[in-house]
């Protein structure tokens, strides 16, 4: 009998190192592009038949133990775990949901604090390296949410769990690489929803409430305190949380700072719509915005105290789904000192930087003009079917 499984069972499967073989039946572009590591390719259609060259091709691969299938859905990895089982192969399990349903596997990291006060809790967006947070008081119970991802109930039950009521969700910036739940968390719960105030120069089409460069909120004793930090984006703003934690968005992360050629143009107001329409992410516009990143970078991140703990936006992910530094589950952050004496990008001069981000832009997040779009408000997703195709692989934000 074939079985299901969940993709967080799958996850605690390959965080336990268990025997068995993944075999992942969707096409070879699509496996090329985004797959799981140790995945092996069997192609397989909905009307196909397990052939003896596939055959072979499994038992070559296989590593004991049982079978694991997954493709882009279910849809065809339960016709093959089917065709499995006529051929005799007893243990086999299929991942309900697929690959769009791995994209939302997410685990929960408590950060360590200096006082029992403050809580600050990470949301790993395990296939995408995503990572938002949950910071609270526990004296207040109260908290905000940062850069929430649509899968809004994660955040609510984080919350829910430690004790928490969320008062206000904030955004660092407008993404490019996935679809917010800022808007959406903070209509859920009737509370305001926070962009920086330079997002009038993104054409934001919906209402939220402007926090200026020193701006601070407030829960109890605790203080965020807006940062305007331009380079990523020209609207990016960190938030410094109670002077030991800054939450970085897109503007420094643990193995790299934030790409600069996905909004800006000759203009800092350049819109996005005029980025959707094709203008603009050339060699020129990345310098223009390593140029403000640099400053944002030694003006005013570099100007905390080395012990300042550093947590990005997002943790890089290779196209085999593993995290270039940390692995999924452990805290993904740093202590700026060791930021400052092991990135190599922060010890260069301006022009070397510049050079630097301006001439090895990566490739760009998949879709991140249809991102783009409906993260300003300027157009929603057709159905839940097109955001999760528009979010499917890992982001793609670090220069």
Same mark, same amino acid.
């Given at each position: 009998m074939? $079985?299901q499984i969940?993709?967080?069972?799958?996850?605690?499967m390959?965080? #336990?190192?268990?025997?068995f073989?993944l075999?992942?039946t969707r096409p070879?572009? +699509?496996y090329e592009?985004?797959?799981? %590591?140790?995945a092996? $390719?069997v192609?397989?259609?909905p009307d196909d038949?397990?052939?003896?060259?596939e055959?072979e091709?499994l038992?070559a691969?296989r590593?004991?133990g049982?079978?694991v299938?997954i493709?882009?859905k279910?849809l065809t990895?339960?016709?093959?775990s089917?065709?499995?089982e006529?051929?005799? =192969?007893?243990?086999?399990?299929?991942v309900k949901?697929?690959?769009?349903d791995?994209?939302?596997?997410y685990?929960?990291?408590?950060?360590? *604090?200096?006082?029992?006060?403050l809580?600050?809790?990470?949301?790993q967006?395990?296939a /995408?390296g995503c990572?938002?947070y949950?910071?609270? +008081?526990t004296d207040?119970?109260?908290?905000?949410?940062v850069?929430? *991802?649509?899968?809004?109930?994660?955040f /609510?039950?984080?919350?829910?769990?430690?004790g928490l009521?969320i008062?206000?969700?904030?955004?660092?910036?407008?993404? #490019?690489? %996935?679809?917010s739940?800022g808007? /959406?968390l903070a209509?859920?719960l009737?509370v305001? &929803?926070h962009?920086?105030?330079?997002?009038t120069?993104?054409?934001v089409e &919906?209402?939220?409430?402007?926090?200026?460069?020193?701006?601070t909120?407030e829960l109890?004793?605790i203080?965020?305190?807006?940062l305007h930090?331009?380079?990523h984006?020209t609207?990016?703003? $960190? =938030?410094l949380v109670d002077g030991? #934690?800054?939450?970085?968005?897109?503007?420094l992360?643990?193995?790299?700072?934030?790409? *600069?050629e996905l909004q800006?143009g000759?203009?800092?107001?350049r819109?996005?719509?005029?980025?959707?329409?094709?203008?603009g992410?050339?060699?020129e516009?990345?310098a223009h915005?390593?140029?403000l990143? =640099?400053d944002?970078?030694?003006?005013?991140?570099?100007?905390?105290?080395d012990?300042?703990?550093?947590?990005?936006? %997002?943790v890089?992910?290779t196209?085999d789904n593993? =995290?270039?530094?940390g +692995?999924?589950?452990?805290?993904?952050g740093?202590?700026l000192?060791e930021l400052?004496?092991?990135l190599d990008?922060l010890?260069?001069d301006?022009d070397e930087?510049?050079t630097?981000l301006?001439e090895?832009?990566?490739? /760009?997040p998949?879709n991140y003009?249809r991102?783009i779009?409906? $993260?300003?408000g300027?157009?929603?997703p057709?159905d839940?079917?097109?955001?999760?195709?528009?979010?499917?692989?890992?982001?793609n934000?670090?220069?």
């Amino acid at each position: 009998m074939v $079985n299901q499984i969940s993709p967080d069972r799958l996850a605690d499967m390959l965080d #336990a190192d268990e025997s068995f073989t993944l075999v992942d039946t969707r096409p070879e572009d +699509s496996y090329e592009g985004w797959r799981i %590591h140790g995945a092996e $390719n069997v192609p397989f259609g909905p009307d196909d038949e397990f052939t003896d060259e596939e055959r072979e091709q499994l038992e070559a691969a296989r590593d004991g133990g049982s079978i694991v299938a997954i493709c882009g859905k279910g849809l065809t990895s339960t016709p093959f775990s089917f065709e499995l089982e006529q051929h005799d =192969y007893d243990d086999v399990s299929v991942v309900k949901g697929g690959m769009e349903d791995w994209s939302k596997v997410y685990e929960v990291v408590p950060v360590e *604090t200096e006082t029992d006060d403050l809580v600050v809790l990470q949301l790993q967006r395990r296939a /995408k390296g995503c990572l938002g947070y949950v910071v609270g +008081s526990t004296d207040a119970a109260s908290a905000v949410v940062v850069d929430p *991802t649509r899968q809004t109930d994660q955040f /609510k039950i984080v919350a829910e769990e430690a004790g928490l009521t969320i008062d206000r969700v904030l955004d660092t910036h407008v993404h #490019a690489d %996935h679809i917010s739940g800022g808007r /959406k968390l903070a209509d859920e719960l009737e509370v305001p &929803y926070h962009l920086g105030d330079r997002a009038t120069e993104r054409d934001v089409e &919906y209402d939220y409430e402007p926090l200026t460069d020193g701006e601070t909120i407030e829960l109890g004793e605790i203080e965020l305190e807006a940062l305007h930090t331009p380079g990523h984006t020209t609207e990016m703003v $960190n =938030y410094l949380v109670d002077g030991e #934690a800054l939450l970085t968005g897109d503007t420094l992360f643990v193995e790299s700072v934030g790409r *600069t050629e996905l909004q800006f143009g000759e203009s800092e107001a350049r819109s996005a719509s005029e980025h959707a329409s094709g203008d603009g992410a050339s060699d020129e516009d990345a310098a223009h915005g390593a140029e403000l990143l =640099y400053d944002s970078l030694h003006e005013t991140i570099l100007e905390l105290p080395d012990e300042t703990r550093i947590l990005p936006g %997002h943790v890089s992910v290779t196209a085999d789904n593993r =995290y270039e530094v940390g +692995s999924p589950g452990d805290l993904i952050g740093a202590r700026l000192g060791e930021l400052r004496d092991e990135l190599d990008l922060l010890g260069l001069d301006e022009d070397e930087f510049v050079t630097r981000l301006a001439e090895n832009a990566p490739e /760009k997040p998949p879709n991140y003009e249809r991102v783009i779009e409906i $993260n300003t408000g300027a157009a929603s997703p057709e159905d839940e079917s097109e955001a999760t195709t528009l979010e499917l692989g890992p982001n793609n934000c670090a220069a």
